[in-house]
């Protein structure tokens, strides 16, 4: 006979904290409670696999489950010294979910089984307090009723009022033992009358109504739904605990409370929680009276009682009991418990939640406490919640009206006025405003504006718009693709629902949750801390991985550097196209009419490109730079509207119809798959080889005038014909050789490739003959093998995630069978030609934890990603090595 | 000492016509024909090999050269009877060059080489004729001095001229024997004084002046612009042949001639050619004399004089000797000769160019003939060359004046008058007018216009852009791309340089050559004879891959399986959306606001897109249909301009503004990688519900009504993911089965999908588990393979090709190492899911030869293409099969 239901308590149990998959997560831990010697109400786990069947097959339960059950509840009776439905000596049964994975909230729980009129009265002598006794009595029928027989609760809370009008009455509490005693009668009215059936009073009965309620609710709407957005599988199922009933509201030496072992906010090694006298669970919660500090300690005025100070004993003996728990799960718990007439009981022991700040603080000092490993700290911070600790935050304490939600393009919190125009953000600013600039969407043209802005705020564009990368790169706070926002760029203001913000107006954006509030909420900024440093170390001390980071400017370059940036994996050079008057020259040089046009327009660019490189190596002093050729495609420097182009005609001397004609024969159907990249190159080779000559004078010059060494690797895009590569290097090898003569200065220079196209992959041993190093531009070539466009695929793709056509947006976390397959592809025929081939990845997926571990796996040399990302990177890295680690162990 | 010069003449050769690589064409042919006994004047070949060391070493000859030509020349006056620089009876030499391939006018070349003062007399007494050598020693020094000493030719014709007034006469020919002689003096001085050197008069300076400058011309500007025009390489160098000189000039019994074994034209088996008594060789070609025919039966009118009358002994001759050479040569041949005093001297023998017309005719006729084998006659037709015998053509007599040249992208000539809009080219057409529709691009709201026109002009887009496939599809003539066409479309013209071209004016397009000629040319249709029928016969019991067509309506349905189509590979369903008041439905539902709403619009569009099926399954009677469902983004379905929102907002009564909105919203930057194909199946459902309803309800109908069986093979577009599969299979089994169940008859029905996105070809394994057919969309998967976007790429696609960054326009032929290297993949994982998975392709390459050879090499099922290339595709799929046989065997 299979065995289906797991008794616990008494110092024992059969099951453990091993066997979630079999007794969910609540029903292990009590378990393991049990069997470590703390008291814990005794009980009963009914296994997944009875949930799986009982769906499968129509409601029935397997064979010999009843019997099962039966000598569960045998164990449970001979260990709380009470019997099920015994009128003089009545044990009552809470039953509850508890799924693999915790789903709070999301299915049903019954309390108070076994209350019926046989048994009240025994219990009434067992607790000496009839009130108490009648009012578990009508709330169980109130409960079971509604969640078991299918009750409007409504109609039970019409039965109240009327009573309390009645005895001209207002609260609850003032409702009398006898008052209670009818309100129980009048729902039992109530039952027959509106379902047609008698409530049951036999005990057995309502416990197996309550499995079954249970069990039900793993199918209920809202259940279904909570697992599809947390991608919980339909087939793992809940168990069901039954347990016996303590009760922290018989008087005043009972209590209820929750505690975490270490401070979940700042991760301090101190006992933190709340708790109330004569009380439920719930009461804690609710807040309708205020809880009070567990310990002396955590008192915030004098007037408080905290229950080392009123229950000194049982106050030891829980401390006794958390430390424990905490020496044994190794990790810091979340505990709850109940003290009935003087006893205590323990009801639920789990993985305490925490801030990643008190995530690294706890983690670095149970490795000084000898708790854990090194390696076991670095496993536990999750590495996207480093993000917290980089970005300044909303004030957690500070009230707020969300009046729109984006989706969470790049963390932090931004607070600013309003503006529409990147222009209005800088003339703004020049002012000494903060601003948020509200946009359709941005384009390069809107940089500068995005750099003086405190945060972005978008209509249109996925996490990865144009908005998103360079917010994160600029790690400025930014909030994309909010859809609910109408923007009327004439009247200068935006429309949310019924609310209106006009130019000016202050806004709080939350770009971690995606969140768009009025008004101007405070901020903090999150310390990093001295265990925040301990930790990274051990993780640099463990990974293989090498990360550098995205980065186009010098400030950029420095934040990484602090950060621990090893190097720039991808240094664009477009943004130096905009900036200022050098926009003027790269206009000339597109609309020049011949080669001789062009270098005179490209020379007017040099110096001041030059200038940018150097400020960039000077940073980065030894370590490698890649500097990614021009790549958009030139239609993108053009002016757009009418108005601009009236503009530039005017500034620069060319017939407007000249410049719009000009537009019109660069204006491309789709620009994604266009004239860009290394395409420009092969067309216009005089561009790339005047950026190759900005950047070897520049690291010439440092080298003559400052010392510094700067490792120029440049890098040419879009290549998906070896060909491209081999022309194109020609042309850079060629100026280099050329500058290096000149200044007599032996720079070293390698030349490669982006990765971001499938045929470059596919043809990645034809390419490498070409290339000293290939990087994985893994957002186009995402956009390639799938075949979506980042910019119009947010439409499409959360429905994609939502309806598991996908399990994960394949632009935040690369998708592993077709990208990454196309990645190993790259990697393996690569170093077919060249074993020692360098390879990395600047994607934005080069700064996403699943990303970097699938990197280390392929066999990466290093990731890069924006600034902000590169501890995150570090310690994904680092997880790796680990998770490689304990799987060939394994 | 390697061998470098190989002799011929006198009935045998050191050479043969295997030896091409060496002795390039000319030279191995001369060779062969040598040692097959036909008579050629002697002469030496210096091999190839000799020119890549000469460029090498800096203008350096490999030791042991000048021995060995000293003894090829030795041979050459053994053989004729004469001796270089001998002054009594002295050997004239011709030195030319002889590439792998011919290289027409490219390189130099140098006649007449031996003549000097001392070799004159000899010369004119062996001849008789003084004014014959002192003509030809003037020219000599013309040549020579200005071929290889670099002397300025046009200070000769100045010299001419002077004389020529001097003397007081008007032609070359009343210049006496003694003025060609003083000529001779005056252009010596002239080159004295001009270089400052004699003209070299001793003969074997001059030899080795005439070899060194054919060997330099090899490397001359245009000779290297050639190689790269037509991709021959740079390293394979040119031979150099030194053959003794005849002359057909020297008197009455002298002529001149070339000649075709068959008709070159029609491919009848006549001798044909033409002739000149007392001439050289130029003067047939250069059309100063009108020259006669061979033969009596190749006279125009009885004036004339044939060879076979006036020189009946030697054309007998000469009839054995072509006779020879073709049952040698196994083919038609295009012959030279030479008449020197009597005697016939064969020049040269080479594989004639013929029509497309003729080389059907020939093949077929020479395999009764017994001349070569079914199998041979199928390998020599160039598929491509199909496309002559089936578009009507422009009559080749007709003069003309192109205009403008854009891309040959679909062949056929059009004849019609100007019109710029669809809507104009229906009007035009309802009142009778033949148009011509001139666009800067089409679209799918062109469909129309473009059906009821003649042919379609672009001025933007490639050889796959909209307008080509679109009117490949039609087997309508179009030409794409024409950059210098500038239309103005408010003033309906158009102008090409100075001129302008307004509605109504007639033009004629040239859809094979991509030329746009002014007024009305006369067209030709080419019958398709007996022997094309007899060819493809043989072709079709050879080749093992299917040939399905793309065809979208039943008239092209039935022109396709005429052309011998075996299914339809590819039917799209969107123009069934465009016709008539459907477009109004397709509107009333991209409207719509919810699902309801989208279902009665599609439930108007329903019995209409029925009936289409209907027409097709019927056609295509026994034979699988593949139908595609709808696939482009719904945006293509609303209106663009102003006016036609207008228009539509008035006709449906939904306010313009609700239109634009709704066209903003659905507005995509990279279309081609948004909200289309499959993706918008898993956002409405209901849409492929409905289409998969009209197929299944066609089928069923017919069944009942007709008895005609159909093969509904249901196509989803643009998988990427094996979930979407998985999903929309199941809708449309759904709906087959409902439909199966309501008519109670059986169809039998697969589901499919396209392999057109990387990411399909890499998951081929998981997506094949849902599919019972795959068809490659080449079109889309080079597009994302390469990440060139069709519509854009031409601007620098072209380039690309003509740099040699590409062998060829990979929407052309498909690229075998990166797309085609994804197709293999896809192959070989769908069937490792599934062994006898069916697998075709759809796309453009589909009826492309190189392409369907590739597609038999990786072992698809079939191809599909568009109806009027689908005998190309059978031909080039037989011919896929001998090649492999041969390779296999070789």
Not at 460 to 477: D, N, P
Not at 549 to 571: H, M, Q, S, W, Y
Not at 701 to 717: A, F, G, N
């Amino acid at each position: 006979m299979k065995k289906f239901v797991y008794t616990f308590g008494g110092g024992k149990a059969e099951g453990s904290t091993t066997m979630r998959e079999a007794l969910g997560g609540k029903g292990a831990d009590l378990a393991e409670m049990s069997s470590l010697g703390v008291s814990v109400p005794a009980g009963f786990t009914i296994s997944t696999e009875v949930c799986v069947q009982y769906q499968d097959n129509d409601g029935k339960y397997p064979d010999g489950l009843e019997d099962q059950v039966e000598k569960g509840l045998h164990y449970v009776e001979k260990v709380m010294g009470a019997k099920f439905g015994d009128p003089k000596n009545p044990l009552l049964l809470s039953v509850r979910s508890g799924a693999r994975v915790s789903m709070p909230g999301m299915m049903d729980t019954v309390l108070n089984l076994g209350l019926s009129p046989q048994t009240i009265e025994g219990l009434i002598k067992k607790t000496g307090n009839k009130r108490f006794v009648y009012d578990s009595y009508r709330r169980f029928i109130q409960m079971y009723s509604n969640v078991v027989m299918g009750a409007d609760g409504e109609h039970f809370e019409k039965i109240i009022d009327e009573m309390k009008e009645k005895k001209g009455i207002k609260l609850d509490v003032d409702l009398t033992a006898e008052d209670l005693g009818e309100l129980a009668n009048l729902f039992k009215a109530k039952v027959k009358e509106d379902l047609g059936k008698d409530f049951p009073d036999d005990p057995k009965e309502q416990l197996w109504g309550g499995i079954a309620a249970v069990f039900r609710s793993w199918n209920s709407k809202r259940a279904i739904d909570y697992r599809r957005i947390y991608s919980i599988p339909n087939h793992w199922g809940t168990a069901v605990n039954v347990q016996a009933m303590v009760f922290g509201n018989m008087g005043e030496d009972c209590a209820t409370g929750v505690a975490f072992t270490r401070d979940p906010s700042t991760g301090e090694r101190r006992f933190f929680g709340e708790f109330l006298i004569n009380a439920q669970g719930e009461d804690v919660v609710a807040g309708i009276r205020t809880p009070q500090p567990i310990n002396i300690a955590g008192k915030r005025d004098p007037g408080m009682q905290s229950m080392e100070e009123a229950m000194p004993a049982i106050y030891k003996e829980l401390e006794l009991i958390y430390k424990k728990l905490e020496n044994h799960y190794r990790d810091m718990q979340d505990i709850e418990f109940t003290i009935q007439q003087g006893k205590l009981w323990m009801l639920q022991t789990r993985r305490g939640k925490r801030t990643a700040k008190a995530a690294v603080k706890i983690a670095v000092e149970m490795v000084s406490e000898g708790l854990i490993t090194k390696e076991e700290a670095i496993a536990r911070i999750e590495p996207a919640s480093l993000d917290q600790l980089l970005h300044p935050m909303i004030d957690p304490k500070a009230p707020r009206e969300v009046v729109a939600k984006g989706l969470p393009a790049s963390p932090g919190a931004a607070v600013g006025r309003v503006v529409f125009t990147a222009e209005d953000a800088e003339m703004w600013d020049e002012r000494g405003e903060k601003v948020i600039l509200v946009r359709l969407e941005t384009s390069p043209d809107d940089i500068k504006g995005m750099h003086v802005s405190q945060g972005i705020l978008t209509a249109r564009g996925g996490l990865t718009s144009h908005a998103a990368v360079v917010a994160r790169g600029m790690g400025k706070c930014c909030v994309s693709g909010c859809g609910d926002v109408r923007i009327n760029m004439e009247a200068k203001q935006f429309s949310v629902g019924p609310v209106t913000i006009r130019e000016g107006d202050w806004i709080t954006l939350n770009g971690s949750t995606g969140e768009v509030m009025t008004g101007k909420l405070p901020t903090v900024l999150p310390e990093l801390t001295g265990e925040f440093g301990t930790i990274m170390g051990w993780v640099d001390s463990v990974r293989t991985l090498k990360v550098r980071t995205n980065a186009d400017t010098p400030v950029d370059a420095e934040v990484a550097r602090k950060f621990g940036a090893e190097g720039i994996g991808l240094c664009r050079t477009e943004h130096m196209f905009f900036e200022g008057e050098r926009i003027d020259a790269v206009r000339e040089m597109i609309l020049a009419s011949d080669l001789d046009g062009r270098k005179k327009a490209l020379y007017k660019i040099l110096p001041m490109q030059k200038g940018d490189f150097k400020g960039i190596f000077r940073v980065m002093n030894g370590y490698p730079v890649t500097v990614r050729l021009l790549d958009p495609p030139l239609h993108e420097f053009l002016p757009h509207t009418d108005a601009e182009i009236q503009d530039l005609s005017k500034k620069i001397g060319v017939p407007a119809e000249t410049l719009k004609s000009k537009a019109r024969d660069l204006h491309e159907f789709n620009p994604m798959l266009g004239h860009r990249g290394c395409r420009l190159g092969i067309t216009f080779p005089e561009i790339y080889a005047m950026q190759v000559q900005a950047i070897m004078e520049a690291a010439c010059d440092l080298k003559r005038e400052e010392d510094i060494t700067s490792i120029p690797e440049i890098e040419i895009p879009l290549v998906g014909h070896p060909n491209e590569l081999k022309q194109l290097r020609a042309v850079c090898d060629k100026v280099c050789h050329d500058v290096i003569k000149k200044t007599g200065i032996e720079i070293k220079y390698t030349i490669g490739t982006m990765i971001e196209l499938p045929r470059a992959a596919i043809t990645a041993d034809e390419i490498a003959k070409y290339a000293d190093f290939f990087s994985f531009g893994t957002n186009d070539l995402t956009q390639t093998t799938f075949g979506f466009s980042r910019d119009d695929a947010g439409k499409f793709l959360v429905e994609y995630v939502n309806k598991h056509l996908l399990s994960a947006d394949p632009f935040v976390t690369i998708d592993r069978n077709g990208v990454g397959e196309l990645m190993r592809i790259g990697v393996e025929r690569g170093r077919r030609t060249k074993p020692n081939l360098e390879i990395g990845i600047c994607g934005e997926h080069g700064g996403e934890a699943q990303s970097v571990m699938f990197c280390h796996e392929i066999g990466l040399n290093y990731v890069s990603c924006s600034p902000y990302r590169v501890p995150i990177a570090r310690l994904a890295a680092a997880q790796a090595v680990l998770e490689h680690k304990s799987a060939t162990k394994g």
